[in-house]
């Protein structure tokens, strides 16, 4: 269930950045090569310029994910 609300999140985003006559995903079935290579020089680019903001938004969210993992572990093991 939590892959589908992550897909559903990815998909709202990419509709909000392109174009609403761009069948976004249709491109990417059919040229999944070119697509895959936009992607990365995209993401090049976007970690080259914000590239710190986003190490620490990733690792604040990753803290979170872990610390509330071990509050549920333990109030699962003390209760």
């Known amino acids: 269930m939590e892959v589908i609300e992550r897909d559903s999140v990815v998909d709202e985003l990419v509709d909000e950045l392109v174009p609403a006559e761009?069948?976004?995903?249709r491109l990417v079935e059919n040229y999944p090569l070119p697509a895959l290579a936009?992607?990365?020089l995209g993401g090049?680019?976007?970690?080259?310029?914000?590239?710190?903001e986003i190490l620490?938004?990733?690792?604040t969210f990753a803290a979170a994910q872990v610390s509330a993992n071990v509050h549920q572990i333990l109030g699962r093991e003390l209760g």
């Open 56 to 59: 620490a938004a990733v690792s």
């Open 38 to 40: 936009l992607a990365a």
């Open 44 to 52: 090049f680019f976007l970690g080259r310029r914000h590239g710190r």
């Open 22 to 25: 761009l069948d976004w995903e």
